[in-house]
């Protein structure tokens, strides 16, 4: 579970944000594991890296993991617009 939390800080990357401690929801972290294993399995556990990683990925992140950000309001939708529309 620990892997799966870490993966999620990058979300505090993009909000600009440096928060170290933080709890996701259990649909968050399984929604989080492909993600984090396909795109940043090489950083270590709460590392700025990883969170640096997930960021750099974000186009490639599942609609999965987005949403269950964005459902349990980690991010916003219109953070996911303008990353998208940045990405084009």
Same mark, same amino acid.
């Given at each position: ?6 993966? +999620?800080? +990058? ?5 600009g944000?440096?928060l ?9 972290? &399984? ?9 940043? &399995?090489?950083?270590?556990?709460e590392?700025?890296?990883? &969170?640096?990683?997930?960021? &750099? ?7 999965? +993991? ?9 991010i ?13």
């Open positions: 579970m620990a892997l799966l939390r870490l993966a +999620f800080l +990058f979300v505090i990357v993009s909000a944000s440096a170290a401690q933080h709890t996701y929801s259990d649909a968050v972290q &399984r929604a989080c594991a492909n993600d984090y294993k396909q795109n940043c &399995r090489e950083y270590g556990i590392t700025e890296a990883l &969170r640096l990683c997930m960021d &750099r990925a974000g186009q490639e992140l599942t609609k999965a +993991f987005v949403d269950a950000l964005v459902a349990d309001g980690e916003s939708k219109q953070q996911v617009e303008v990353r998208k529309r940045g990405a084009d």
